[in-house]
């Protein structure tokens, strides 16, 4: 399996331009998680899906931050338009769901993104 | 409000000795406790776990402590290694439909030769 796969690995862009950040899980995962990694946060949830579904969007800083998963294998999250403290390494990572366990969440490369 | 703290964000040990990283909690309904290691340009990777009805689990070089009464737990690794050089991120999980996960802010480690 080649593990959760995340693209582009590395996004430059302007102040005010859309992002579109890309996950593919790992098959036959039913959960779906994306994070923001940030020196003074460290790792903030930012949404996660269950069998597709948004559960929780709680962490989802602002209305220019929106995620989808439209099907089991891809999901994407966007920024419009990009600030520049939006600044960070956002990871997806997927989990299993098995009854009775705490479901190891699996992370991807994670993709590193500068607002300029 | 952060939920489960790290209070140290670096940590030097010397090869061979012990590295003891520490986290504390706030939320009493966590049910599990894990910690996760972080290379340069990776993702977290998932290193041992410990369930809220165990006060400790081990796996080769490392053990987890939890002591619930004080809501902290802490990570052992013995004897500490350079390759073990990594940021360690603590996460406690809460199931609301799935197990979501808290994630500490994470704390640097540095085994020196």
């Known amino acids: 399996d080649a593990g959760v796969i995340q693209s582009p690995r590395h996004e430059v862009t302007e102040m005010g331009q859309e992002v579109t950040l890309r996950c593919k899980p790992i098959s036959g995962h039913n959960s779906l998680f994306w994070y923001r990694q940030t020196m003074m946060r460290g790792l903030e949830l930012l949404i996660y899906f269950n069998n597709n579904v948004p559960i929780d969007d709680s962490g989802m800083p602002e209305d220019r931050f929106s995620a989808k998963m439209p099907n089991a294998s891809f999901s994407t999250l966007k920024i419009q338009p990009s600030e520049p403290r939006d600044s960070a390494v956002y990871f997806c990572?997927?989990?299993?769901?098995?009854?009775?366990?705490?479901?190891?969440?699996?992370f991807g490369p994670g993709t590193r993104l500068t607002v300029l | 409000d952060q939920q489960v703290k790290q209070n140290s964000p670096s940590l030097s040990v010397q090869e061979g000795r012990i590295s003891i990283l520490n986290c504390d909690y706030t939320n009493s309904m966590f049910d599990y406790f894990l910690w996760y290691k972080k290379y340069p340009a990776e993702g977290p990777t998932f290193l041992i776990s410990?369930?809220?009805?165990?006060d400790k689990n081990e796996d080769g070089r490392f053990t987890v402590f939890l002591n619930k009464s004080a809501k902290h737990l802490s990570l052992h690794i013995v004897p500490s290694q350079p390759g073990d050089s990594a940021v360690y991120f603590c996460a406690a999980s809460v199931f609301t439909g799935t197990y979501k996960y808290i994630f500490g802010t994470g704390t640097r480690l540095k085994v020196l030769a």
């Open positions: 990572a997927s989990s299993p769901q098995l009854a009775g366990e705490y479901n190891e969440q699996f």
């Open positions: 410990i369930s809220s009805i165990k």
